[in-house]
C-alpha cells in the first residue's frame, strides 16, 4: 500500500518537474498558502507533503525553517521568505531558491508562520526522510526522535534502509531499536511481527508499552445473536459478571437503539407536567404528585392511555439482554499478533510493578531525606538541648535566601553554591547564637514560653524576608550539573538534585555524629544537657557550649534551605511549610536521639509516599491522614520509636 | 479601662472617616478592594496599581462627568472575611460608587452578599469558574468558556492530545474547572480512564511521584497532555521536576491557566520553553494600544516590570464603568449597570470587547508558548468569544442562562423557563 | 461558703459593669439602634472582637489556669463556625429553592428539594449529593447542638488519648498544632463535605430575617457580649472554687497533685472540653458576623495569634486575656487596615501594613522576656499587687506565676 502509494507520488512529481521544469519551492509553497498561513494540524498535512514531496533540494531548508519560525510571509503579495530579525523592527528576507537576501523589510508589513508544536511535529516527520541520511549527527538524532515521538508505518522503510550509511553505534542502536518497534506496529508480515514481539520481550520502555498496548486496546460491543465474522474477540462477555453489570450492559443496547430506554424520574416529571388537564394528570389532582408512589402511579395511567412510552419492566430487560451477545474485540486484526502482545504486556507488567515499587521507595527516600534535612537542626536545638525553636523554619528560609542573594552576585551557579553552603552556615549560626544570647537563655526555666518568644521572632523574621524579598517565589537555581535525573530505566528515575539532598543528608548524619561522639564540643554539650550544674562544676562553661550548640543547630538548618531552595522554591514561607513536620520528624523519632530522627524522618517519608500511592489523586488527603496518624502513634509512644531510658529520659 | 479606651479609640478614628466622607461630595469614588498584604499580595497588589494609573489617567483627561475621580484603597489583607467587611465599609463609610477588586473565588463569595445588599458595583478581574452570575458584579475576567475550553480544543485538535493530566490545586477553581473539562472530554469521546486528575495542597513541592504518574499515562501510546490549574508558587516545583525529568513540551505539553508573566518572573524559564498557557491577554501582544499601555505602566513602576490578562480585564472594565457612567450621565448603580450592557471597548491584543447582559464579556482567546525571556510567544487567537456563565458542560447548569437585561435574571431555567433566583447564593 | 462568690473576686463584677456600659454605648452610637455614629461594618468588627475575647478566655483557662498551653483551640472555634454555618446556607438554601420549584405546575417531591439546595450548595465545587455530616443540617435546634457536640466530642476523645499517655508541656503543644494542622487540611479537601477552600458563605443573612444588617449586627453584638459575660463568669466560676485550686496545683506541678490522690488526667480531660464548647460557642457567633467560614480560619497560626493574645494581655487572669484578645486584634486591623500613618523617615518610609507583623512579634518577645505578667500586670501595679518576695528560691518552672500569694488567699 505504501510503496503504491510513493510510487504514484513519484509517477505525479515526474510529470509536474517534466512539465513545468519547475526548480522553485516557491510554486509548491503558493498552492497551499492559505492552509499554511491558516496553521492549523487539522489542515496542515496535504502542505506539508507537497513540500516533502516536491523533490526539490531546498524542500528540507524549506521545512526547517518553518519549524523554527523563521519562515515569513510577505503581507503585499502573499510571497514566503526565510527571514531574521534585524534592527528596527525589520526583518532580513532570504529566498528559499537562491539563498539570496532579498531585503529588509518592516515587522508589520510581514506575516511571521508560528507552528504550533502539532504542527512541528508533522513536519519533523515529514523531516524524517531527510534527515535519517543526513550527515549530521545531531539531525539525524532529531529524526529519531521525531520518528519516536510519531511513528508511522511509511517510516519503516527508510529507517531500515539508513542502517547501513550509520557510522554512529549509540545511534545504530537507537534506530535498530526503532525499527524493531515500527515491526510490531505495522509491518505487514504477521511472523515479523511476532519475532519482533519476542525480541523486545522484557523491555521496561515506555515505548514498548505504547507500542503493545494499542495492539490489545479492546472495544466492547454487542451484536444480536452471534458475533459477527472477522472480528479478533478478546472476550465474551456475560451482564452481571466481571465489573460488567446488567445495567450497563442494557445501556448499550439502548444507546444501540436495540432496546428502548428506561424512564428516569425527571422523565416521568415531564410527561405528567406535559399532560395537565384542569388541575388534574390523568385523574390525579396535583396536589399529591409530590411523592414518587404518586407520580408513578399516574405516569402508568397515561401510559395505559397511551400518552407517554410505558415503563421498561424487569423481564423485557432480561429477555433483550439474553437476545445480544456482548464482546471486547482487540483493534488488531491478527490474533497471533495480539496473543504475542498480551503475553509480552503480561511479562512487562509485573516487572514494571516492581520497577514502581522501586521507584515509589527512592521517592520516599527522597521525601524522607528532605524530611531529615529540615529537622536536623531542630534534632540539635530540640532534640539535645531541649529549646523549642519555632523560628527553626526561619533560619531554614534565612540559608534558601542567602543562596538567592549570592546567586545574584556570583552569576556562576556551580561557584554561588559553593560560596553559598558556608555562607549560609555562617549567617544562620551568627542569628542563631544572636538569638540565644538575646532571648532563649533567659527562658531556659520556661520551655512554653521559649516557644512563644521564639514564635514572635518566627513572624518577625518571616515579614522581614517579605519587606525585603518581597512576596513572590525568587528563582534559585541549581548548578548545570545537577540538572536532569539518574535514569535507570523507563520507570525508575531520580533527579540528581534529590540525590545531591540524599548525600547532604547523609553527610549532615555522620557531621552529627562526629561532633557529638569525637569531639570536645559534643562531649560538653552532652554533659550540659545531662546536668548543668555538674557540667559547670567540671570546668565547662554552660553558657558557652549552649550558645555553640544552638549556633550549629541554626546553621546546619541553614545549609539545609539551600538545599530545599534548589529544589523546591524560596519564599518567605518556605519555613513555614516545613516546621510543623520537622517537629513531627523529631518528636515521632524520639528526642535526644539523632537514629530516631532518622528513623522518624524515614516512616514520615514513606508513610506519606504510600498513602499517596494508594489514594493517587489527592495529594492533600496524604498529608491530612498522615498527621492523623502521626497523633495517634504519638498516643501510643509518647516518646517516640526510639525512647531515652533512665535518668535522661525525665523531663 | 484600655479595652474600653481602645474601643473608644477605634470609633473615633471611624466616626472621622465618616465626617471626611460627607466633606468631599466633589469628586466621585472608586473603590479598590485588592490585598496589599498576605498570600494574594503578590498579585494583587499589582492590580491596585493598574487602577491607580487609570484613575490618574482618567483624571489627566478631566475626569468623569465634570468631577475629578478618587482612589479609595483598603487593604483586605488576604483575609477572606475581612473583604465583606472593607466592602461594606467601602460602601457605607465611604461612599464609593464602584469597587474595582478582588483575586479569589473565595473572596469573591465573601464579597457577594454584602455588595448585593447594599446594592454596590463591582468589577472582578480574574479568571474564574463561573457558576456565578450576580447583578452586582460585572465579570471582566475569563469564564470557562473562555480560558479552559479553548485550551482543551487545541488540546485535541492542534496537539493531537488523546490522554489527559488534570493536575489542580486543592480549591474552587481547579476543581469546578477539571469538572467541566471532565464533561467536556467525555462528550468529545475521551474514555474515562484517558483522564488522570490529581489535586495538591497550596505551595506543594513534592512533585516526583505525580510527575512519574504522568509519564507513565504514555504507556498506552496515546499522546498525553497536561492541563494544569496549579496556583502560584506550587508551579515553581512543578516545572523544576518536569524539567528535571526530561519531560520536553514536545513529548508532554503542559497549559496552564494560572500561570502567567508574573508568575514567570519567578522562574527559570530555560527549561519550560514551549509549554503553553491559555490567557486573553498577553504582555508580547502586537497592538499599538498594547505598546502605549506597557509603556505608561512600566514609566510608572519600572523598567522590569510585567503586564498580565488580570490587569487588562481592569483596563477594559475601568473604560467600559467610565463610558457607562458618562453615557448614564450619572454613577447611580442601577443606571449605569444600563448603560454598560452592549457597551464596547477597544482589547489591548486587537478588536474589541464587548459587554453581555450575563455580565460577562465577549473577549478573543490567545494560547502563548512560553519563551527564553518569560514572555509568551502567541501562537493562537481566537475571534471573540462571549462569555458564559452558565457551562453548557455540565448537565445541571447547561439549562441554566443569566441575561440581566431582557429577564432580569441571572438563574434562569430555560427548562421550565422560571427564574431560580435574582440573588446569588453565594 | 464564707464569703459570696462575687465578693471573693470584685474584679467580675467590674468586668461585667464595664461590658454592660461598653454594650450600651455601642447601642447608643450604632446606626441600627442609635444615632449612627459607629457604622455597621465597625459594630460588626466590635461584635467579632467580643468573640475573639471569649475564646481567650477559654484559652486563658486552659493555658493560664491549668498549664496546658493549647496550640489547637481555634480548631474548636472554626468547627463551631462551621456547624452553624451549615445550619445557616441549609435553611437560606432550601428557602430560595422552595420558592424557586414552586413556580412549576407538579409540586416538587421531598428528594427533589434536597437534590435541588445541594446542587446550589455544592454546584460551586462540582458536586451535587449532599454527604452525610450534613443530615441534620435541617434542623436548628439539632444542628445547634452540635455546635457544642461535635467540638465537645473532638475535645474529648483526643484530649482522652493524649492525658491518657501522659503527653505534656511542648509535646502536647506541637499535638494540637498537628491536630489543627490536620483538621484544616482535611477541609480544604473538596471531598470532606464542607465546600473545601470556599468553605461556607453569606453567613451573615439569617434566612427568613428581613431586618437590616444595621439591625443584624446589633443583635449580634448583644449576643456576644452576653455569651461574653455568661462565659466570663462562668470561667471565673471555675477557677475560684477547689476545683480551681486543683487546676492551678497540676499546673504548678502536676506529679505532686497526682501524688496526693487527684485523678490528674480527668481534670484536664474536664478542662479541655470545657474550654473546647466555650471556643465553639464564641466560633457560632463569630462566623455569621464575618458572614464567611473556611479552612484558613482554622490554620494552626490562629490559634498561636490565640495565644499571643492572651500572654500578652497577661495570663492567669481573666480579664488579662479579654484585653490582651481586645487589644492586639483591633489593633492589628488598624495596623493592616492602612489607617495608621506611615512614618517617613527620609531614606525610608515605614509602612505599617509591611512592618506591624514585624513589630508584634518583637513586642511579644519583650513582653515574654520582660512582662511575664502581660498587660494585666500593669493592672497588679495600680492595684498594689506585688509578687511576693521569693528569697531567692525558685518555685518551679514557670517562675512567673503567682503562687506563692494564690496560696495564702
Known amino acids: ?651 | 479601662m484600655n479595652f474600653l479606651k481602645s474601643t473608644l479609640a477605634g470609633s473615633m478614628v471611624f466616626a472621622s472617616l465618616a465626617t471626611s466622607a460627607l466633606s468631599a461630595e466633589d469628586t466621585i469614588k472608586v473603590g479598590v478592594l485588592h490585598s496589599l498584604s498576605g498570600t494574594m499580595a503578590i498579585s494583587e497588589t499589582t492590580l491596585k496599581d493598574t487602577m491607580l494609573m487609570l484613575i490618574e489617567q482618567q483624571n489627566a483627561k478631566g475626569g468623569l462627568l465634570g468631577k475629578q475621580l478618587e482612589a479609595v484603597v483598603v487593604d483586605p489583607a488576604s483575609d477572606w472575611p475581612l473583604f465583606a467587611e472593607k466592602a461594606r465599609e467601602l460602601l457605607t463609610v465611604h461612599d464609593v460608587d464602584v469597587i474595582f477588586g478582588n483575586w479569589t473565588s473565595v473572596s469573591r463569595k465573601s464579597v457577594l452578599p454584602v455588595i448585593e445588599e447594599l446594592n454596590g458595583l463591582l468589577f472582578y478581574p480574574v479568571q474564574y469558574e463561573g457558576e456565578e452570575s450576580s447583578k452586582n458584579v460585572f465579570y471582566t475576567g475569563a469564564a470557562p468558556n473562555q480560558q479552559a475550553i479553548p485550551a482543551t480544543d487545541y488540546f485535541l485538535d492542534e496537539l493531537g492530545v488523546e490522554k489527559f493530566a488534570l493536575l489542580g490545586t486543592d480549591y474552587v477553581y481547579p476543581r469546578t474547572t477539571n469538572n467541566i473539562l471532565e464533561s467536556y472530554l467525555k462528550g468529545k469521546g475521551i474514555a474515562d480512564e484517558d483522564i488522570f486528575v490529581n489535586y495538591t495542597p497550596f505551595g506543594h513541592s513534592d512533585w516526583s511521584k505525580i510527575v512519574a504518574d504522568v509519564v507513565a499515562l504514555g504507556a498506552d501510546g496515546k499522546k498525553v497532555g497536561v492541563i494544569s490549574t496549579i496556583n502560584g508558587d506550587a508551579n515553581i516545583g512543578f516545572y523544576k521536576e518536569l524539567a528535571a525529568a526530561g519531560v520536553s513540551a514536545d513529548d508532554i505539553p503542559v497549559v496552564a491557566f494560572s500561570v502567567g508573566e508574573e508568575e514567570l518572573s519567578g522562574l527559570d524559564t530555560a527549561n519550560l520553553v514551549g509549554h503553553l498557557a491559555a490567557w486573553n491577554y498577553f504582555q508580547s501582544a502586537e497592538s499599538d494600544l498594547n505598546d502605549e499601555f506597557i509603556e505608561t505602566w512600566k514609566a510608572k513602576m519600572g523598567e522590569d516590570r510585567v503586564t498580565n490578562d488580570p490587569m487588562e480585564a481592569h483596563f477594559i472594565g475601568f473604560n467600559m464603568w467610565v463610558n457607562a457612567a458618562t453615557e448614564a450621565g450619572t454613577t447611580d448603580v442601577d443606571a449605569v449597570r444600563d448603560a454598560m450592557y452592549g457597551q464596547e471597548y477597544a482589547n489591548l491584543t486587537g478588536g474589541t470587547a464587548v459587554m453581555l447582559p450575563n455580565h460577562h464579556l465577549a473577549k478573543p482567546v490567545l494560547i502563548g508558548e512560553i519563551q527564553e525571556d518569560g514572555q509568551f510567544d502567541i501562537i493562537s487567537q481566537t475571534v471573540e468569544v462571549p462569555g458564559d456563565a452558565w457551562t453548557d458542560f455540565l448537565p445541571e447548569s447547561a439549562v441554566l442562562k443569566s441575561d440581566w437585561k431582557e429577564l432580569g435574571c441571572g438563574m434562569y431555567n430555560t427548562e421550565t423557563e422560571t427564574c431560580v433566583q435574582t440573588l446569588s447564593n453565594y | 461558703m464564707q464569703r459570696s462568690f462575687i465578693a471573693k473576686n470584685p474584679s467580675i463584677l467590674i468586668f461585667l459593669a464595664l461590658l454592660a456600659l461598653f454594650t450600651l454605648g455601642v447601642t447608643v452610637l450604632s446606626e441600627g439602634f442609635g444615632i449612627g455614629v459607629i457604622s455597621t461594618s465597625f459594630v460588626k468588627t466590635l461584635g467579632k472582637t467580643l468573640c475573639l475575647c471569649l475564646i481567650a478566655v477559654a484559652m486563658d483557662l486552659i493555658w493560664g489556669f491549668t498549664g496546658i498551653l493549647s496550640l489547637g483551640h481555634f480548631a474548636f472555634f472554626g468547627l463551631g463556625g462551621y456547624m452553624i454555618g451549615m445550619w445557616l446556607m441549609y435553611e437560606r438554601t432550601r428557602m430560595i429553592v422552595v420558592d424557586s420549584l414552586s413556580q412549576s405546575e407538579i409540586p416538587a417531591t421531598q428528594s427533589e428539594i434536597v437534590d435541588a439546595i445541594g446542587n446550589q450548595i455544592f454546584g460551586v465545587v462540582g458536586s451535587s449529593e449532599f454527604p452525610l455530616i450534613w443530615i441534620f443540617a435541617d434542623s436548628l435546634f439539632l444542628q445547634l447542638l452540635m455546635v457544642v457536640l461535635v467540638p465537645g466530642l473532638l475535645a474529648l476523645v483526643f484530649g482522652w488519648l493524649a492525658f491518657r499517655s501522659r503527653v505534656t508541656g511542648v509535646y502536647l503543644s506541637i499535638l494540637t498544632q498537628a491536630m489543627t494542622l490536620a483538621l484544616a487540611l482535611y477541609l480544604f479537601q473538596n471531598d470532606s463535605g464542607l465546600r473545601g477552600n470556599n468553605g461556607l458563605s453569606g453567613l451573615q443573612n439569617l434566612p427568613g430575617v428581613t431586618a437590616s444588617q444595621d439591625a443584624v449586627s446589633m443583635w449580634f453584638l448583644w449576643a456576644s457580649a452576653f455569651a461574653l459575660g455568661a462565659g466570663y463568669l462562668l470561667a471565673a466560676w471555675v477557677v475560684s472554687g477547689k476545683f480551681g485550686s486543683v487546676i492551678k496545683g497540676i499546673r504548678d506541678n502536676e506529679a505532686r497533685v497526682r501524688f496526693l490522690g487527684y485523678s490528674v488526667e480527668a481534670y484536664k480531660l474536664t478542662v479541655f472540653t470545657l474550654t473546647a464548647c466555650i471556643a465553639a460557642i464564641a466560633g457560632a457567633l463569630y462566623y455569621p458576623q464575618a458572614g464567611i467560614i473556611n479552612p484558613a480560619e482554622i490554620a494552626p497560626i490562629a490559634s498561636i495569634y490565640l495565644a499571643v493574645w492572651v500572654a500578652i494581655g497577661g495570663r492567669g487572669r481573666l480579664y488579662g486575656a479579654v484585653i490582651g484578645a481586645a487589644l492586639v486584634s483591633l489593633l492589628s486591623s488598624w495596623f493592616t487596615g492602612g489607617q495608621a500613618p506611615d512614618i517617613p523617615l527620609g531614606v525610608y518610609t515605614i509602612k505599617w501594613v509591611d512592618w506591624w507583623l514585624v513589630l508584634l512579634g518583637l513586642s511579644f518577645v519583650l513582653v515574654t522576656l520582660f512582662a511575664p505578667k502581660g498587660m494585666g500586670g500593669l493592672i497588679d501595679l495600680w492595684t498594689d499587687r506585688r509578687s511576693p518576695d521569693r528569697h531567692g528560691a525558685d518555685l518551679g518552672p514557670d517562675a512567673g506565676a503567682l503562687r506563692e500569694q494564690e496560696a495564702e488567699q
Open chain 1, 1 to 651: 500500500m505504501k510503496q503504491l502509494l510513493l510510487a504514484a507520488l513519484a509517477v505525479l512529481l515526474v510529470c509536474f518537474s517534466a512539465t513545468a521544469q519547475e526548480t522553485s519551492i516557491q510554486p509548491v509553497l503558493q498552492e497551499h498558502q492559505e492552509t499554511i498561513l491558516k496553521s492549523s494540524r487539522k489542515t496542515i498535512g496535504p502542505a506539508i507533503d507537497a513540500i516533502a514531496a516536491s523533490g526539490l533540494p531546498q524542500a528540507q531548508a524549506v521545512l526547517e525553517a518553518w519549524a523554527n519560525k523563521e519562515m515569513w510571509s510577505r503581507e503585499s503579495d502573499g510571497q514566503f521568505f526565510k527571514g531574521e530579525e534585524a534592527e528596527d523592527k525589520q526583518v532580513r528576507l532570504i529566498d528559499f531558491d537562491t539563498g539570496d537576501v532579498v531585503g529588509a523589510i518592516a515587522k508589520s508589513d510581514l506575516k511571521q508562520l508560528k507552528p504550533n508544536s502539532g504542527i512541528r511535529a508533522m513536519i519533523s516527520t515529514a523531516l524524517v526522510r531527510f534527515q535519517l541520511m543526513d550527515p549530521d549527527p545531531a539531525k539525524r538524532q532529531d529524526a529519531l526522535t521525531s520518528i519516536q515521538r510519531d511513528p508511522e508505518a511509511s517510516l519503516l522503510e527508510p529507517l531500515r534502509a539508513s542502517f547501513e550509511s550509520e557510522t554512529d553505534p549509540v545511534l545504530l542502536a537507537q534506530k535498530q531499536r526503532l525499527e524493531r518497534l515500527l515491526t510490531i506496529g505495522y509491518d505487514t508480515d504477521t511472523s515479523a511481527r511476532i519475532t519482533a514481539i519476542d525480541d523486545m520481550s522484557g523491555d521496561l520502555g515506555v515505548d514498548l508499552r505504547a507500542t503493545l498496548n494499542p495492539l490489545v486496546a479492546t472495544t466492547r460491543a454487542v451484536a444480536p445473536e452471534a458475533v459477527p465474522e472477522g472480528i479478533n474477540v478478546a472476550k465474551i462477555l456475560s451482564p452481571g459478571e466481571d465489573d460488567f453489570t446488567e445495567a450497563q450492559a442494557y445501556d448499550m443496547l439502548v444507546a444501540k437503539g436495540l432496546a428502548p430506554p428506561r424512564i428516569p424520574d425527571d422523565a416521568i416529571r415531564n410527561a405528567l407536567a406535559d399532560n395537565i388537564s384542569g388541575g388534574r394528570v390523568a385523574g390525579f389532582p396535583l396536589a399529591i404528585l409530590d411523592n414518587d408512589e404518586n407520580r408513578r402511579a399516574a405516569y402508568i395511567r397515561l401510559a395505559e392511555e397511551g400518552l407517554a412510552p410505558p415503563f421498561v419492566t424487569e423481564e423485557q430487560i432480561q429477555a433483550s439482554l439474553g437476545q445480544h451477545v456482548f464482546f471486547d474485540s482487540y483493534a488488531d486484526r491478527s490474533p497471533e499478533v495480539t496473543e504475542a502482545a498480551v503475553a509480552a504486556l503480561r511479562k512487562i507488567d509485573t516487572k514494571v510493578g516492581l520497577n514502581q515499587s522501586l521507584d515509589l521507595v527512592l521517592d520516599a527516600l527522597s521525601l524522607a531525606s528532605i524530611y531529615f534535612l529540615a529537622a536536623i537542626g531542630l534534632a540539635i536545638t530540640f532534640g539535645v538541648m531541649g529549646v523549642i525553636n519555632m523560628a527553626h523554619g526561619e533560619f531554614i528560609m534565612m540559608g534558601a535566601y542567602t543562596g538567592y542573594v549570592v546567586q545574584q552576585i556570583i552569576p556562576d551557579h556551580t561557584i554561588s553554591i559553593i560560596v553559598a553552603i558556608p555562607l549560609a552556615f555562617a549567617v544562620t549560626f551568627a542569628a542563631g547564637v544572636a538569638m540565644e544570647r538575646l532571648v532563649i537563655r533567659w527562658l531556659y526555666s520556661r520551655p512554653l514560653e521559649t516557644l512563644l518568644a521564639t514564635f514572635g521572632i518566627s513572624i518577625a523574621l518571616q515579614q522581614l524576608a517579605k519587606n525585603i524579598f518581597g512576596t513572590q517565589a525568587r528563582p534559585l537555581t541549581s548548578p548545570g550539573w545537577l540538572d536532569g535525573a539518574l535514569v535507570m530505566n523507563d520507570v525508575v528515575s531520580i533527579s540528581y538534585i534529590r540525590i545531591a539532598i540524599f548525600v547532604l543528608a547523609l553527610i549532615f548524619l555522620g557531621v552529627f555524629l562526629f561532633i557529638m561522639k569525637r569531639t570536645r564540643l559534643g562531649l560538653e554539650t552532652r554533659a550540659v544537657t545531662q546536668n548543668p550544674r555538674m557540667a559547670a562544676s567540671m570546668g565547662i562553661n554552660p553558657g558557652r557550649v549552649n550558645m555553640l550548640t544552638f549556633g550549629l543547630g541554626s546553621g546546619i538548618a541553614g545549609v539545609a534551605g539551600v538545599a530545599i531552595g534548589l529544589y523546591a522554591k524560596v519564599t518567605s514561607e518556605l519555613g513555614s511549610d516545613y516546621i510543623v513536620q520537622s517537629f513531627m520528624t523529631v518528636v515521632v523519632g524520639g528526642v535526644g536521639n539523632i537514629w530516631g530522627t532518622l528513623l522518624g524522618a524515614t516512616m514520615i517519608g514513606f508513610l506519606q509516599k504510600g498513602i499517596e500511592w494508594l489514594n493517587p489523586s489527592n495529594t492533600l488527603a496524604a498529608q491530612t491522614y498522615m498527621i492523623v496518624f502521626i497523633i495517634i502513634f504519638i498516643q501510643f509512644r509518647p516518646r517516640g520509636i526510639i525512647a531515652l531510658k533512665g535518668r535522661a529520659a525525665g523531663d
